[in-house]
């Protein structure tokens, strides 16, 4: 049973352009959350989807917009990148919003 | 609000040396509260949980109990390996009512030397 993936693993982009990172959820699984995790800090939430619906959102700008297909994966799109947006993306996967998160091995972004 | 406070790191041990992360939290009502590991170039496990006051999460050697008198969950474990050497995250989910997202501490790393 593969768990959470993430696509790519490591991406390199320059300032403002933008981004686009791919996630697969458990199997079984119908909700995805993703995390910004800075170097040296602990993950923060940026937004939950479910039924193709955001649900839930932290405190971060418009540039941070996703989506979710009907086969439950996610896409996590930044626009106009800033140097401040290099961090390592997680993926969280669970059933029904509620239940115990598992993450993907994420994806580190590069801004230069 | 909800909030989570642990030791800065990094904790450096020798094999065998006994391990205390400390944590902290302020939270309405007695939420359930977690740790979740971080091995090098990789994502988050939960390590262990506790639902409730007085409950003691365990898992893989290490040791949490929920102690709602000092709003404290310090990992424990006697004996340290090597290959606990990451960085461990203290974290709680939001108040009654609110979805499974957790609040994440800043985390706090662990370095075992042989």
């Known amino acids: 049973d593969a768990g959470v993936t993430q696509s790519p693993t490591h991406l390199i982009k320059t300032r403002g352009q933008q981004v686009t990172l791919r996630c697969s959820p458990k199997s079984g699984h119908d909700t995805v959350s993703w995390y910004q995790q800075a170097l040296g800090q602990g993950p923060q939430f940026i937004f939950q989807?479910?039924?193709?619906?955001?649900?839930q959102r932290g405190n971060f700008p418009d540039r941070f917009s996703g989506h979710q297909f009907p086969n439950y994966s996610s896409e996590l799109n930044v626009n106009a990148l800033l140097l401040g947006d290099s961090a390592l993306y997680l993926c969280?996967?669970?059933?029904?919003?509620?239940?115990?998160?598992?993450f993907g091995q994420g994806t580190r972004l590069t801004v230069v | 609000g909800d909030s989570v406070t642990q030791m800065e790191g990094p904790v450096t041990l020798s094999e065998e040396a006994f391990l205390t992360i400390n944590c902290t939290y302020t939270?309405?009502?007695?939420?359930?509260l977690f740790w979740y590991v971080q091995y090098p170039g990789e994502g988050l496990q939960l390590l262990l949980k506790?639902?409730?006051?007085?409950d003691k999460g365990s898992n893989k050697g290490f040791e949490a109990t929920y102690r709602k008198e000092t709003t404290s969950f310090h990992l424990e474990k006697g004996s340290v390996q090597v290959s606990d050497s990451a960085v461990y995250f203290c974290?709680?989910?939001?108040?009654?009512?609110?979805?499974?997202?957790?609040?994440f501490g800043r985390g706090t790393s662990l370095i075992v030397h042989p």
């Open positions: 989807y479910y039924e193709e619906e955001e649900r």
């Open positions: 974290a709680l989910p939001p108040p009654l009512g609110g979805s499974y997202i957790p609040t």
């Open positions: 939270a309405t009502g007695y939420p359930s």
């Open positions: 969280a996967s669970s059933f029904l919003m509620n239940t115990e998160a598992f």
């Open positions: 506790a639902t409730k006051a007085d």
